[in-house]
């Protein structure tokens, strides 16, 4: 019976090799910049006992080799280094662990949520997951470290047209005898469908961090929650965002391939703490604006185009209307 049902093993691989820029960048302008060269190897395997009155625990194991090196960039006669402040240390962490998850089973589907015109899948109840290893030497690590990482989260139907979901997310390590590139956040959405074509969307996000990685600080901007400012316009240890914003979903649809929303938002956010290059905090940064949304009804990811026009409420010496075009998974 459905109680009983078992998934008795799985595995995984994940392969990666890239080599390419960081840009750095101070009030939304190119700073400065350097290469990063990055391989990547993850093995795992698991096994779980199966659907137990409504959840599934899942064990894994598996192998983990993640290998950054960073290194100057020349340009012009004579070479000039195109990085004018530290780059970030390399980074050769291997290690084998394990992990734990859990999750609910508790499903339903909706429509014009976060996509437009398409069936999506909202998962309800308690999920998370717990991950521990141990890199060093012996294993070719360039390092002694206990690396862990994990997230914990929830849905809950609040009533027939309200969802509340929240999660909390962290990773770091512990070397030498002290926390080092502690990464946490939280999030938390509320989701209203004030009718059958609008929803009304609130977002609150925020991130913290401690001895970060110097390519691993928090980024706030036009392509991360600040739509009314340049990318990467600010930069720190942590940083806060607020987001409110009622969505529209139409019956249009533009030669069968695209289907047609759009949305109204406020927009608000501001990182803190230190950053590698000194760029200046600005405190708290506010935007308003509109945007029309495309969903691409052919293809499989189900991506959604973004026009965004928003005008900035703080800050200097930037555009008054900014224009942002993108695509994402999501509205």
């Known amino acids: 019976d459905a109680a009983s049902r078992s998934e008795p093993s799985y595995s995984g691989l994940a392969v ?5 820029t960081d840009t750095r ?8 910049r350097y290469h990063h060269a990055l391989r990547l190897f993850d093995v795992q395997a698991g096994w779980s006992p199966g659907l137990r009155s409504g959840r599934v625990l899942r064990l894994t194991g598996g192998w983990h080799s993640e290998n950054d090196t960073f290194s100057p960039e020349f340009s012009g006669t004579p070479p000039v280094n195109a990085a004018r402040a ?5 980074r050769d962490l291997v290690y084998p662990y ?12 909706t429509r014009n949520r976060e996509q437009i015109a398409r069936t999506e899948d909202l998962q309800f109840g308690p999920t998370g997951f717990l991950r521990l290893g141990y890199a060093a030497p012996a294993f070719g690590a360039d390092r002694h470290a206990l690396v862990a990482s994990g997230r914990a989260g929830n849905t809950w139907q609040l009533s027939g047209r309200q969802l509340l979901s929240t999660g909390a997310e962290f990773s770091g390590r512990l070397q030498d005898g002290r926390v080092v590139d502690l990464r946490s956040g939280l999030d938390v959405a509320w989701y209203w469908r004030s009718s059958r074509r609008t929803l009304s969307h609130v977002r609150v996000r925020g991130d913290s961090g401690r001895a970060l ?8 901007g036009g392509d991360s929650g600040l739509r009314g400012y340049p990318l990467r316009y600010q930069q720190g240890s942590g940083r806060a965002q607020f987001t409110i914003e009622e969505r529209v ?6 030669w069968r391939l695209f289907d ?12 803190f703490g230190g950053n590698p290059i000194g760029a200046p905090q600005l405190g708290w940064l506010r ?17 959604v185009i973004h026009i965004d026009l928003a005008a900035p409420l703080d800050g200097a010496d930037i555009k008054r209307l900014q224009l942002l075009v993108g695509a994402t998974a999501t509205f």
């Open 25 to 32: 960048y101070w009030l939304g302008n190119e700073y400065d």
């Open 98 to 109: 394990l992990q734990l998850e859990w999750l609910t089973d508790a499903f339903q589907t």
């Open 287 to 303: 935007d308003l604006g509109l945007g029309l949304r495309l969903g691409n009804n052919r293809s499989s990811l189900g991506n």
């Open 86 to 90: 530290p780059i970030p240390a390399d």
């Open 213 to 220: 990685d110097l390519d691993h600080y928090f980024l706030l």
């Open 16 to 20: 990666a090799d890239g080599a390419g």
């Open 260 to 271: 047609v929303g759009g949305a109204v938002f406020f927009d608000a956010g501001r990182s």
């Open 249 to 254: 979903f139409t019956d249009w649809s533009i």
